[in-house]
C-alpha cells in the first residue's frame, strides 16, 4: 500500500509545473467556467495539430500527448477547456488510502498546469459485483468531487464503449457513473471488437448499431440491464 502510494507522489513531482502562469495574457491562466449547452470533444495526442482546429467548434480537448502550454493558452483564448487524460490500473485504486492519492495527484497537476479537469478513459475489463467494480465508481465519484472543489467549474468525463453492454468485459456500473461525473463520451468506433465468428469486412461504427447503443445510455433500465 505504502508503496503504491510513493509512486504516486513521484509521479506527481516529476511532472508538476511552475504556477508562473505561460501564457502572454494573465487570464488565460484562469479556469474556463463556462457550461456549454453541446460539447465537441477532441482527444489531442501531442504536437502542433491543434493549431489546425476548428476553434469555433472546439469546446473541449482531452490532452492524451504531451502536456503544451502553449496549447492551453490558446484553447482558453478561444474559451475552449483543456483536461487531463486520466488512467489508472483498477487493482492499484481498490484501496481508499491509494484511490484517495491517485485523485490529489491528478488534482494538483491540473492545477500546476492550468488545466480545467479530467477525462478518466480506463477501458479495463470489469467483472460486475468484483473489487474493482465498486471501486471504479468511487474513484469516479472522488475525482469529480475533488477537481470540483479545488479547480471551480472544472469538468469530469468518463469514456463509455459504445454499447453499456459489457462491451469488452467493461461491466461497469455505468448508471452510477454517470451520475457521479459531468458527462459521458460515449465512444462510438471501433464497434466490431466483439467478433466471435468470421471476421468480414464490414462498417467500422454500424448507424444502427450506434443509434441503438446511444438510445441505451439515454435508459436508465436499458443501462441497469447492460451492466449486469
Not at 504556477?19 to 482527444?43: H, K, T, Y
Request: glycine share 4%.
Amino acid at each position: 500500500m505504502w508503496i503504491s502510494v510513493s509512486l504516486f507522489v513521484l509521479t506527481l513531482s516529476a511532472q508538476v509545473w511552475s504556477n508562473v502562469c505561460p501564457c502572454a495574457r494573465e487570464e488565460l491562466c484562469q479556469p474556463i467556467r463556462s457550461q456549454p449547452a453541446f460539447e465537441v470533444f477532441v482527444f489531442d495526442v501531442g504536437k502542433k495539430a491543434w493549431k489546425f482546429y476548428d476553434w469555433t467548434k472546439v469546446t473541449t480537448v482531452a490532452a492524451f500527448g504531451q502536456y503544451d502550454a502553449e496549447l492551453m493558452c490558446y484553447a482558453h483564448s478561444k474559451g475552449a477547456r483543456l483536461v487531463l487524460k486520466g488512467d489508472v490500473p483498477l487493482p492499484d485504486i481498490v484501496d481508499p488510502v491509494n484511490r484517495t492519492a491517485w485523485v490529489q495527484a491528478k488534482v494538483q497537476l491540473a492545477k500546476s498546469q492550468f488545466m480545467d479537469g479530467i477525462n478518466i478513459d480506463v477501458e479495463q475489463a470489469v467483472e460486475t459485483g468484483s473489487p474493482e467494480y465498486y471501486a471504479l465508481t468511487a474513484l469516479v465519484k472522488e475525482t469529480t468531487e475533488s477537481f470540483h472543489t479545488e479547480i471551480p467549474g472544472s469538468q469530469v468525463s468518463f469514456d463509455v464503449a459504445w454499447s453499456p453492454k459489457c462491451i469488452d468485459k467493461r461491466c461497469y456500473d455505468y448508471l452510477a457513473i454517470a451520475d457521479s461525473c459531468d458527462l459521458l463520451f460515449v465512444m462510438s468506433y471501433d464497434e466490431q471488437s466483439q467478433i466471435w465468428e468470421d471476421c468480414i469486412a464490414m462498417a467500422n461504427a454500424p448507424f444502427n448499431q450506434t443509434l441503438t447503443g446511444w438510445n441505451m445510455y439515454n435508459s436508465k433500465s436499458a443501462i441497469q440491464r447492460g451492466s449486469m
